[in-house]
């Protein structure tokens, strides 16, 4: 045998008395004992239960039209459709509304280039790099100065 140690699990609570007296409450009608001879002779005395309610037969639910299902599930997904197809030409337009921008930009930026460079101040009449010529003279493949 194993030894139990006794510990302490719980304070107990003081109850505290009602001011009024508690009085038992009885069923307005006890049921009928009932006794009941096992097989073996045995007889066991004890009081009938309620008989327990068997849950209602499950009844099938009323046959769906396929044809009606079809027609909704197209209909979702038609919706679903034009609602991305909305959405892509919205992304589409925003798109091509960035790309004219960008070149109304380009053109901006070089139109300006362009610009300075035509109307830019002049230093002087002549323009580019001078170079003096000076008339050589080729004999027999040789240049002579």
């Known amino acids: ?30 049921p009928d004992a009932q006794t009941v001879q096992l097989p073996d002779g045995r007889l066991i005395t004890g009081y009938a239960l309620t008989p327990v309610k068997e ?11 396929p044809l009606a299902v079809n027609i909704a599930l197209c209909g979702i997904g038609f919706a679903a459709a034009c609602g991305g197809l909305l959405l892509l030409t919205t992304f ?36 580019g790099t001078v170079v003096n010529i000076r008339r050589a003279v080729f004999k027999r493949n040789h240049f002579h100065n």
């Open 55 to 65: 849950p209602e037969p499950h009844r099938p639910r009323p046959a769906i039209n």
């Open 92 to 127: 589409i337009a925003a798109v091509a509304a960035l790309i004219q921008q960008l070149v109304i930009l380009a053109a901006v930026i070089f139109g300006g280039l362009i610009a300075t460079q035509v109307l830019g101040a002049h230093h002087s009449r002549a323009r």
């Open 1 to 30: 045998m194993t030894d139990h140690k006794l510990t302490h699990v719980h304070n107990p609570i003081p109850l505290t008395r009602p001011s009024a007296p508690v009085v038992p409450l009885q069923p307005p009608s006890l």
